[in-house]
């Protein structure tokens, strides 16, 4: 799994194959999600899009909708022979959100209890997962979601990577941002 992920990685960022990177993010994500119980949660310590739709929708008829709309063109492209003129329109920030929630799953990040935690679990990442992850949190603020679900230490430590953002030179972060997305963080197998 995670050579897959790293794979995955590789596609998104060397060479921006979002195709690749959405099969290979998604196949990775599905299986790790099949892998939990069938009532898994964010609550219970586990990551993916099961957990989350278990989590924030009751209805299973409506979970099971979501998930089916949510992996569709993972699904179409994994099909692609059921449907070959099809127009698949691909979101680079829907794949790099998928690959974080595989990452996720992958590693369960425990509930930050301050930004230490959290940076202790990141060494703990296989490298190229863990500069993935966090160029994923410094370009799109995450922090907002766990705030928005009550809670506070967890959205603190993301906060601390957005705070961080905004305190350094533009030109900083630019090039830590360059860095992370680079061919040399990132080497070929």
Not at 32 to 38: R, V
């Amino acid at each position: 799994m995670q050579l897959q992920l790293e794979m995955a990685v590789r596609a998104r960022l060397q060479h921006f194959d979002l195709v690749s990177a959405l099969t290979l993010a998604g196949a990775a994500e599905r299986v790790l999600s099949d892998m939990q119980p069938g009532d898994a949660n964010l609550s219970g310590g586990f990551n993916s899009l099961k957990a989350f739709l278990n989590e924030n929708v009751s209805d299973p008829k409506e979970r099971g909708s979501l998930a089916k709309k949510a992996r569709e063109n993972y699904d179409q492209l994994r099909h692609a022979d059921t449907d070959p003129d099809r127009i698949h329109h691909l979101d680079a920030e829907f794949i790099d959100a998928l690959l974080t929630i595989a990452i996720e799953a992958f590693a369960p990040r425990p509930k930050a209890i301050n930004g230490n935690d959290l940076i202790a679990w990141l060494h703990e990442l296989p490298p190229v997962l863990g500069a993935f992850w966090f160029l994923a949190h410094l370009i799109y603020p995450m922090a907002d979601a766990a705030k928005r679900k009550n809670d506070p230490a967890d959205a603190d430590a993301l906060d601390q990577i957005q705070r961080w953002k905004t305190s350094v030179d533009p030109a900083l972060y630019d090039g830590l941002v360059g860095i992370l997305q680079s061919k040399s963080l990132i080497p070929n197998p």
